[in-house]
């Protein structure tokens, strides 16, 4: 197991299931419909009927699968599991979607979360005759409890969630017991209502909401089984557990918040699930894998083109100084809108990677297609499968962060971060510059989750400091190395969703004009880690303090003289310097959640701006 401690698959997938007397598949999928904001690229469902499975599955919204329904949505069933999909193995169409099936289709499963095993599984039950129909990790599982099974479903599930690695939260049926669901959870949330005279499992509450305020919370490695209005949880020896029944008082749009007000806040809140699921399987034993690149050689590469916009942008140039300072490798960074008009010189020792959550930038689409018509080779990082930049690239290396609903990036920033240091360390290693300093970044790599979830608990302190800075008009962000792309991205989230005019800038070029808007009303946000260039920043600081700017000041935990300088501090846990972007992406995007939220602004929908840039 990669990580030892529990945090969630979050957000990659939705399922529900429901069993009663006798509930309509409209019901089913109306529950499923709730669930939509988990994933939208495409959705089934399973259910009994004369002791016979049927499953029904559409790529795209769940209004197609009701489409593919027709007269079934009518139709009068007893037991349902269904799925509403973000795909992470193999692009989203009818046979990827869920639910899978086992060879004989008498065992239907809905999947959320990832099984890293399921490659070394498959071949293994190949090898015993089975025949898989789909590219999903998901479907070994059902093909494991058909390999389980001698007529007790629960005892098979049990055994069959024994052999995976991974995470995972799913719902199971079988034609040959139309009375009950088996769910069981590790790593991906699942949560049970309690009802009369109906069962009813989903990935979060908001289905749930309906039909009862009283929930079980599984928790990893439980395996429950649900009939109609009766639950029995049992740990993974089998043994029967008790677990705690909560009472919700949220209302459906609260739950689907995860209780928060706005996704942009539940997202950064996801952050350290964000960050297991974008590293998930890529360091082990020492070493840094990335399957997806087996054919990719970094130590022939004569340099990296990096295409990207915006935040994405951002987090290239982190990359670039990454790989630069720790290999021989030429990393050219350039955003998307400026590389596809210009006579760039790459050819086919190039490689290039196009960064984009969206996977639907038009500009970055084109800067690929031109790096391509130059011979270059392409590798694309983004976080929709089977999105145009994954089609049109030679490999693509998927971020695994679920949806992002708003439209300012967050999460999928942090998780574009993760993949991008794993990535440099690989390089290096390719290179042959690997050294104890590596192993030391790939450690701390290993407990992000961790420093994150350390860091958002201090959150309350940043609403504080944004609460004394909401009335300010403008804002000038200022850091040096790996600080100068936090900067940026401090800057652009501020001014995005708050719409207060902010500067990201090398804090050495403030004396080369932009100092000379400094004053007590355009307040200055520094980026001061103790890194090797703290000492120069603090001048830079100085400098701003002497024209009388307020100082926001990110700092290393235990920095006290810095007290002295700075009029509000934020501290962020000790890691080495190269990773430093990563523990101050949420301080950044934190404050201007605050500041947008405080002055009454929507941060979910900010003003004029798309979530897929797919114009020019
Ligand atoms: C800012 C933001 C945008 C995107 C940019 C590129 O919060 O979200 O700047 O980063 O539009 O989008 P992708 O990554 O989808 O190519």
Same mark, same amino acid.
């Given at each position: ?12 997938? *939705? ?54 329904? *027709? ?51 498959? #071949? ?37 969630? @024994?052999?995976?690695?991974? +995470? ?6 079988? !034609? ?11 790593? @991906? ?9 109906? *069962?009813?499992?989903? $990935? ?50 609260? +739950? ?53 916009? *915006?935040? !994405? ?42 960064? !984009?959550?969206?996977?639907?930038? +038009? ?23 089977? #999105? ?86 403008? =804002? ?55 890194? $090797? ?5 603090? #001048? ?16 290393? !935990? ?26 101050? +992406?949420?301080?950044?995007?934190? =404050? ?25």
């Amino acid at each position: 197991m990669l990580f030892a401690h529990n945090w969630e698959v979050a957000v990659l997938c *939705g399922i529900v299931g429901m069993i009663a007397d006798s509930v309509k598949t409209q019901d089913v999928v109306e529950a499923l419909k709730k669930l939509e904001y988990r994933g939208y690229d495409s959705s089934g469902i399973a259910f009994v009927e004369n002791g016979r499975l049927r499953v029904f599955k559409s790529v795209g919204k769940i209004e197609r699968l009701e489409k593919t329904l *027709g007269d079934e949505l009518r139709k009068e069933i007893k037991v349902g599991i269904a799925h509403t999909r973000w795909a992470t193995h193999g692009a989203p169409n009818d046979i990827n979607a869920h639910p899978h099936t086992d060879c004989t289709g008498n065992i239907a499963v809905v999947h959320n979360g990832i099984i890293e095993n399921f490659r070394e599984l498959r #071949s293994y039950l190949i090898s015993l005759g089975h025949k898989f129909k789909s590219e999903t990790d998901t479907e070994v599982i059902a093909h494991l409890i058909e390999e389980m099974y001698d007529g007790d479903l629960l005892q098979a599930v049990l055994k069959a969630v @024994s052999k995976l690695d991974g +995470a995972y939260a799913i719902g199971v049926v079988h !034609s040959e017991h139309p009375d009950e669901i088996v769910a069981a959870r590790k790593g @991906s949330p699942l949560v049970i209502g309690i009802a009369k005279g109906i *069962g009813i499992i989903a $990935s979060d509450v908001t289905p749930l909401l309906k039909y009862t305020k009283e929930v079980i919370f599984l928790e990893d490695g439980d395996v429950a089984l649900i009939k109609k209005g009766r639950v029995k949880v049992f740990d993974s020896s089998g043994k029967e557990i008790e677990r705690k029944v909560h009472t919700i008082d949220w209302d459906e749009s609260a +739950a689907e918040k995860g209780g928060y007000k706005h996704f942009m806040i539940k997202e950064i809140m996801e952050e350290p699930q964000t960050l297991v699921n974008a590293m998930m399987g890529r360091i082990k034993a020492g070493d840094i894998l990335f399957p997806e690149l087996a054919s990719i050689d970094f130590s022939k590469a004569r340099r990296i083109n990096v295409v990207a916009c *915006g935040t !994405s942008y951002h987090a290239a140039l982190f990359f670039k100084y990454f790989v630069e300072f720790h290999t021989d490798l030429d990393v050219l960074v350039e955003v998307s809108s400026e590389f596809r008009y210009r006579k760039p010189h790459i050819d086919k020792d190039t490689i290039t990677l196009a960064i !984009s959550q969206s996977g639907e930038t +038009a500009d970055t689409l084109e800067s690929i297609r031109l790096a391509k018509r130059l011979g270059s080779r392409i590798i694309s990082i983004t976080n929709v499968v089977g #999105s145009t930049i994954t089609r049109e690239s030679d490999l693509s290396i998927m971020m695994n962060s679920g949806p992002e609903i708003g439209v300012a990036a967050t999460k999928t920033y942090v998780a574009q971060l993760a993949i991008l240091a794993l990535m440099g360390l690989k390089i290096v290693k390719d290179r042959g510059f690997w050294s104890e300093r590596h192993s030391k970044i790939a450690d701390t790599m290993l407990r992000l989750p961790e420093l994150f979830s350390t860091i958002l608990s201090e959150k309350d302190h940043i609403l504080e400091i944004a609460k004394k800075y909401e009335s300010y008009s403008h =804002f000038m962000y200022i850091g040096r190395g790996y600080g100068y792309p936090t900067a940026l991205e401090g800057a652009l989230k501020l001014k995005e969703i708050s719409y207060i005019h902010a500067e990201g800038y090398p804090a050495g070029e403030l004396k080369h004009g932009p100092i000379a808007l400094l004053d007590e009303k355009f307040p200055v946000f520094a980026i001061l880690p103790s890194d $090797s260039l703290y000492q120069k920043m603090k #001048s830079n600081v100085m400098e701003c303090k002497a024209r009388n700017a307020k100082i926001v000041a990110v700092a290393t !935990s235990g920095n006290v003289e810095i007290k002295e300088l700075a009029d509000e501090i934020i501290y962020v846990p000790r890691v080495p310097e190269d990773i430093y972007p990563l523990v101050m +992406a949420p301080v950044i995007q934190l =404050f201007a959640y605050y500041v947008a939220d405080l002055k009454g602004l929507d941060p979910d929908k900010p003003r004029n701006l798309a979530k897929s840039v797919t114009v020019e």
